[in-house]
């Protein structure tokens, strides 16, 4: 029988577990870095799983750790398809006013990239 310290390190290490594996499985937003001039995060785009509508008010650059393919549905229903090779690095400008997308695998693969926006480039 486990002692109680051993039973609750077991009890953790299978919740801990249990939570990291569901966040692989989900499109998602990793922060990395923030300071008052930049903000830097990763996202994981898996197949199937759009990252939600959103816009970026900031210009940033984006450097693929994958090769992508990646389309962005605009919410007037404009669709762009970007291809990002890995270990490359991508200027991106801001968004229009007033408009909002999805990023949006249609592959096999996940996407990882990572994000740098500046914050004072407007």
Known sequence: MLTKPFYWLAVLVVVATVL???????????????????KVWKSIILPDQPLRMHRHEHARALIALTDATLDIVQDSGKTETVHWEAGKAYW????????????????????EVIVVELKNDR
């Open 92 to 111: 991106l400008t801001h968004d229009e006013p007033d408009t909002m997308h999805a990023d949006v695998n249609n592959t096999d693969q996940p996407i």
């Open 20 to 38: 990291l594996v569901g966040q692989e499985s989900q499109t998602r937003r990793a922060p990395q870095f923030e300071n008052e001039h930049v």
